[in-house]
């Protein structure tokens, strides 16, 4: 247990068990979970749907998500215990290592990260451009490009990397009538093992290593502050070296240092978005790597994939909704008109999880724990918050398994963290290049270039007409 770090915030540890044991009583925690895995045996048959729905694309022993019971953990590591006992340091350092880190290895590993917070010549980039009239995503993407720059050599001739030893799988090659192989020759390549790349220069890094993952993990969360402050028209502050990740990160948005209790609570928001299996944006990083790109164009994917309204952007929009409710005497005919008029009620709902949402179980109390920073309409939106909650649970949740997801709470808790709406998806994004680069680097031992297919239902033999005959 982080004991040391957590000496100042205790009631958030009471609060986060408190939270787990509720949930374990509802959901009878101890029995649902498996004890391992299975290993796949390779080629398998699964029910797909369209988007891929059901698709069982590779084996990871990332994380774990139970969307029927509400179970979510990483690594094996329940994410009730992550958040009362560990800190987003761990919690990364776990999701890439597969393990969590010794006393030598967290220290190695936060000394890694306090360095890699430095990003001037990647800000020096960014500020050439208009960063204040840009989406803050748009301006983070470009930002993972510019620290590619300031990190790797790929781009030179001698360090890309060869593709024979990649495992090369464009199956363009098969006629769309022909079955999918997934047979013996798949399996071959599918077992291949990746070579290392050539490396141009010794002191730069592999773009697709280890490396690169920290350097991500920690000058992101650079990135995104400087976003914030210069579309504010401000200068971006320095990184502190004697700040946590998430003490830093709060001083880098608001340019005081963090309370415990604030720290403490950036943190556990940390570790929840941290990963949650083949999510859009995860997948979307996985392809791109397969192609044998680099971790940092994954990223960059990651990034534009989470931007969009059915993925990130939620907890941006709950708040909105809270504000256009006004009040808790005003949540009930709010719900019912909404309902009426077959809207759909940000924050609520997931297409995974048809129960809480273990994050949100966490991010709820969070979000009404009194002594966080207060801000003057605060109470008002977290008694607004319940009585939305309580009234769309009550008209959807039995039927419809409509419940509160990770956004519903965690825009309140940013607000009373004094940062602004439009730096919500941003900062999910931040912590969830831990999870991003642990699935590309797991992916990457056995890499196979992603594939589906698409089922030709278009017209075949149309005659040619010339362009002054349409
Ligand atoms: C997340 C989401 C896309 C999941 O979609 P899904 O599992 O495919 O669920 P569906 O869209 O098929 O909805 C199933 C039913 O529940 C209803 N429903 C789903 N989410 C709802 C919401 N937030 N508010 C009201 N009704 C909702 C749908 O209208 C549908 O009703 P119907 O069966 O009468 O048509 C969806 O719940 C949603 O849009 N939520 C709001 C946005 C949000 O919070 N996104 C962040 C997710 S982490």
Redesign the pocket.
Known sequence: MNSARHQGSTEITELILEAAANARSEIGFVDKQPATGKAVNWPIDCNIGPGLEGAIACESKVGYVNGTDGLLSYRGYDIFELCAHSTYEEVSFLLLHGHLPTRTELYAYEQKLIRYRHMNKTLRLLMSFPVEEMNAMAAMRMGTIFMRREFSDIDQEQAKPDFNDAISADEDSIAMETKPHGDSRAIYEFKKKKKRRKKSSPELDDASGLEACYHLIAGVPTITAAISRLRQGLMPYEPLNDLSHAANLFYMFNGRRPTAIEERVLDVTLILHADHGMNASTFAAMVVASTLSDIYFSVGSGIAALNGP?HGG?NERVLHTLREVGSPERAKAWVKRS?KE??????????VYKTYDPRARILGPLAKYRCLGCAVDIQQLINTAENVEHE?VGS?GKD?K?FP???YYSGVVYTRLGIDPAMFTPLFAVSRVAGWTARVLEYMQNNRIFRPRALYTGKFNLPFTNLDER
């Open positions: 059915l939620a309902l077959n809207q759909k009620i940000p924050g609520f709902g997931h297409r769309v959807l419809k409509i997801n990770v956004d």
